[in-house]
């Protein structure tokens, strides 16, 4: 499929519905890549979702389908406010390798920059290389590992944690 039709943009809390939908598919078509359950959210109340929605997320839409999201989670603590995580990174399948995630990630970090964010931070399973490799790509390093950050049917899987500066 071509990604040069879609439009990527930060939602509002009247389009929890687009939301729902992006964030529950990517829970149930890639439970491993998580570090949430899909039972956990389909569960939220409407409130709940909109809740989610105070902090930036970001959507990607085909022809007014949500085909791709990214959040972004800023410190709390004015001295860490400089820093976000990225969270809920989810492409459809049938868009992976046309260089949707990267018009994502450029899209959130512009928006990260915009808000005075220096450093972007993420967690991902040591167990999705594809992840770590496209993210070395994007200038992420890795700054250490989680032991068994996730519990995935009884298994422990370490988190990697990686980090990009936005700023030199």
Known sequence: MDAS???IRLIQADEVEAFRRIRLEALRAEPSSFASRYEDWEILPDEEWRNRLNEPVFIAFQNGEPVGIMGLLRQRSSKMAHRATIIMVYIGKSLRGTGLAGRLLDVVS???RHI???QLELFVSAENPAAI???QREGFSEI???PGGVLEEGREIDDVMMARRLVD
């Open 133 to 135: 490799r496209f993210y």
């Open 116 to 118: 005075g964010i220096r």
């Open 144 to 146: 250490g590992r989680i």
């Open 5 to 7: 039709c879609v439009t």
């Open 110 to 112: 512009d928006h990260a």
